[in-house]
């Protein structure tokens, strides 16, 4: 829907749709012995390679993930799922057009299965071939008639596509079908706006939050009607709403200080936009009207400070540097203001409020032959207006359009060209579920590495004596002490890949067990960052019974279980907590044996706080700053669980400690537990 009056970036729709919840829980393959290995492609069977690359798309792993289903691909393309699932990894890193295509193979090895046609469907509406997604939509739909999501998305298709009457006929569907469905009244309310019925669109929306008053983007879409009737006192309730609802949103902020400031309420004009450069720190509309509201009430410092930032996007926007110019004039700085309005008349050479300001500051500069040469300009064109009854046109200080370049208009506040709805598919393909809608989430748990930790918490790299010790008496590759989970990218994970070959070669020619124990290790390790737990954990197994190697096995091996856990509790639905007691209980033992190894208790408190028992959770995290008091991400971890059992004030000060030893995202965590 196209609306010319009003502020705000064009909000483009986060793409969710329901993907079908069927993650297999496959029986997986028992390593028949560590020490008999062949090539990694004869290592695993497909079950297998499938297993872990679902692990690896869990945890957002995309690149491995595809690593995984290329083999299962090579070693079997005629199935259908690696060529669905490398579909998903790639959607998930926006590949579109790859992801169409693995897509397209999938669906003739199976044109069955209606979770294929669905990421089709949102591949193909990313490349805007709404055609081709509709059908896609209606192939699904001829197997599972009833899926209200694949009738939701067809809808927006067909919307998209301008096919407003069958988008109706579609949407009267499923009125009969769902009542109660709120969010095909806000379609509607969409369609019936593209065919400026604004009326209906009205009526439409007011049924959607009669349905569902909840919905912030409804409360949005509400706002956008009465922003572009200049009804300022609606707008700005109906956007009280969407942000109480929707809190991190900038554009609401921004759309609510266009309706302030249209009532005068400059003070509450200013907070909006800070909040939303807080949340939008690039926004072009925020920066460019807080600095004129910054220049209307004299911060003109400030003001130039986000007309610099506007610059920097842009700098060939006239507008903009036109007021800085004048700011630059106002604040004493005449050479930087003459300097910014030669290049606006340079541009605009009729531009004569340039040409006049400038002229004044020429004269301040003692600067008297180019100061008259243009007072002379000016003095010539007003004689001409005169002379032929021409006048300047009046102008009334309102809002102009991003697109407007009338210089004329450089104080009026910017809005954008249109604004939308936000128009929102449904899909559950991208990002995790289970943290979607968290607003702090835990650090990791602490896990043995081949690299050091290197992030904001860098004064000092993690240190464990005992994993020293296992460094010294080996000359192979040293291991480190992080939490860090980075994703491996194609060459990592050839290298990982190559690594596991290579100690399984020096594994197998070892007459016993002992002589082979730190190639064990370090192969679990390696298991361990390509997410194959399974195979990390047989490793580990082995180690735990050597006294030398228990601390490091047990402590890897309890958290290959708990990731295997979370992914598998992810699997089997989003509301499922992590069966975390038989790992709790291994990592009780291995602390009475090294009560000393502050990571043990900071593990075991993450894996209590994911059973949401955040006192128990507390209580680890503060063992671990007893034993190791410079551990930023157990005050960090603390202050979490401590927020959300509701103790604030203790949770901000865990997090003030935090922030005090380097981890400096803390921060960021105190700031919205005050809001809060």
Known sequence: ????????????????????????????????SSFFILSVHAQYNIDRLITIGRSALYYEDYVLSMQYFNQAIAAKPYLYEPWFLRGVAKYSLDDYAGAEADCTEAIERNPYVVGIYELRGLTRIQQEKFPEAIADYNRALSITPDNRSLWHNRVLCHLQNKDYDIALAELDTMNARWSTYAQAYTIRADVYMQMTDT??????????????????KTWAARSIISLSRREWPEAESQLDHAIHLL??????????????YNQNNLRGAMADYDAALDLEPNNFLGHYNRGLLRADVGDDNRAITDFDFVLQLEPDNMLAL??????????????????????VIDEYPN????????????????????????????YRTQLYQQLYGLQPKATKRSQRKRSDLD???????????????????????????????????????????????????????HFDARIDELNDQTKERPLYVSNAQASLDTQHATAYFSYIDSLSAVIAAQPTVAQSLPQL?????????????????NDLTILASQPSYSLAATWMKTVCQARLSQYQSAAGGAETLPKNAGVISALDQAILATPSCAYLYY?????????????AAIDDFTKAIEVEARLPEAYYNRGICRLKANLTADGIADLSKAGEQGLYAAYSIIKKAQKR
Do not use: W
């Open 351 to 378: 531009f004569y409020t340039a040409i006049i300001y400038r002229a004044r500051c020429y004269r301040r500069l003692g600067q008297t032959a180019k100061a008259e040469l243009d007072e002379f300009k000016v």
């Open 199 to 216: 009326a209906q669109a009205v009526q439409a929306l007011e049924k959607s939050l009669e349905i569902d008053p909840y919905d912030g």
């Open 407 to 461: 210089l004329e208009k450089y104080d009026e506040l910017v809005v954008a060209d249109e604004q939308e709805p936000e128009r929102e598919y449904k899909s559950d393909y991208r990002g995790r579920v289970q943290n979607r809608h968290a607003d702090m989430e835990l650090l990791p748990m602490f896990a043995l590495a081949f690299e050091p930790q290197h992030d904001e918490v860098n004064k000092t790299r």
């Open 521 to 537: 290790l370090r192969r679990a390790v390696a298991y361990a960052s390509l997410q194959d737990y399974e195979a990390a954990i």
């Open 322 to 343: 036109f007021n800085r110019a004048v700011l630059l004039d106002r604040t004493g700085d005449l050479r930087g203001a003459v300097r910014d309005y030669t290049k």
């Open 603 to 615: 593990n075991r408190g993450c894996l209590k706080a994911q059973q949401l028992d955040y006192a």
């Open 247 to 260: 809190p991190k949103t900038g554009t609401y902020y921004i759309n609510r200080a266009l309706a302030r």
């Open 1 to 32: 829907m196209k609306n010319e009056e009003f502020a705000s970036a064009r909000m483009t729709g986060t793409l969710h749709f329901t993907m079908l919840r069927t993650l297999l829980c496959a029986i997986f393959f028992v390593l028949h």
